[in-house]
């Protein structure tokens, strides 16, 4: 039996006051449910409201993609600078501690490989339970808009969606652009919108030179950007840059850092980028600096 409370003077409960009620820090998110949110903290920083999110869920359909060839060696010491991983469930399981104490993406959608001359062709790869049991935050499902499975990789999306706010985890729509299809900004906003409206509680698709500003704009939920194909770092940075200034909540960013020759230099490179909005050439001179300090850990 606990003791009863004697404790004097009378308990303080400042009824003057009125109860604390803060917005939730993500766009389109407030009306979202607690455990939701909580997950959605873990791969957005509450601080800057953005995410350095470290992918490396390649293999899914590419095998040992470069870099990628040995995870625990490689890739589990990146981890204590991203905010949040993306990978598979085999690898999580197989090659990232269960000390690791950030935010997981697990990739939920799978099926063709790179043999096959239709990646489009995807299902969905993993059940809510056990994303749940694996503690994820979010699930991440390609979408194809516009491309030979757009219905059914549609569908994949929202049934995740379905089956993730019963759990409270998050859906992670990947816009997948089709060979066929122009990479450009009223693509972006079409596949965009189309994932958030059909309830994507974020939405990951490519940066654009011209008009990326309106993509943002135009999704309800937050964006952040694909790393893409290999660049020089500094050109890397500055896509970074220029996504977060025109409103992207962050990157999702595999092959330019763990391609990279210094990938712990440039991962943090990034986080200062996405973070604390340091400008491109500066933030290659942080890359720089830290490429002559022997990487951690
Ligand atoms: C595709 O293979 C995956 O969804 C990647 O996670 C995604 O493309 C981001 O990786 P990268 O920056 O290498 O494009």
């Known amino acids: 039996m606990p003791e009863a409370d004697q404790s004097q003077p009378a308990k303080d409960y400042r009824p003057e006051i009125a109860p604390r009620r803060e917005p939730f820090f993500l766009k389109g ?3 979202l449910d607690w455990g939701m949110k909580n997950r959605l903290s873990s791969i957005f920083d509450p601080r800057s409201g953005r995410t350095v999110m470290l992918a490396f869920d390649h293999g899914y359909f590419q095998g040992p993609t470069t870099g990628l060839e040995r995870i625990d060696l490689d890739i ?11 990978c598979t469930r085999g690898i999580l399981r197989s090659s990232i501690p269960p000390t690791y104490r950030g935010g997981v993406v697990l990739r939920a959608s799978g099926g063709p490989s790179i043999l096959s ?3 489009s062709n995807e299902e969905i790869a993993v059940s809510m339970e056990e994303a749940v ?26 049934r995740l969606v379905d089956q993730g706010n019963r759990h409270g985890v998050a859906t992670l729509a ?5 060979r066929e299809m122009t990479r450009d900004a009223r693509y972006m906003r079409l596949a965009t919108r189309i994932c958030a ?3 994507a509680s974020y939405v990951k698709t490519y940066f654009v030179d011209d008009g990326f500003e309106t993509v943002t704009a135009a999704c309800p939920v937050p964006i952040v950007i694909a790393g893409g194909k290999k660049l ?7 896509l970074a840059y220029k996504a977060v200034q025109q409103g992207a909540a962050g990157v999702d960013m595999g092959r330019n850092i763990f391609q990279s020759e210094h990938p712990d230099a440039m991962i943090q490179a990034v986080r200062s ?7 491109p050439a500066r933030a290659y001179e942080l890359f720089q600096d830290l490429s002559h300090q022997p990487a951690s850990v």
């Open 29 to 31: 998110s407030n009306e």
């Open 273 to 279: 980028v996405v973070h604390e909005d340091t400008p």
């Open 197 to 199: 409206e059909l309830g």
């Open 133 to 158: 049991r694996l503690n994820a935050a979010a699930v991440a499902v390609q979408v194809y808009i516009g491309g030979k499975s757009e219905r059914q990789t549609v569908h994949n999306m929202t």
């Open 174 to 178: 990947v816009t997948a652009v089709g």
């Open 232 to 238: 020089p770092e500094r050109d890397a940075l500055e």
């Open 76 to 86: 589990v010491p990146l981890t204590r600078w991203a905010d949040t991983i993306m």
């Open 117 to 119: 001359d239709d990646l």
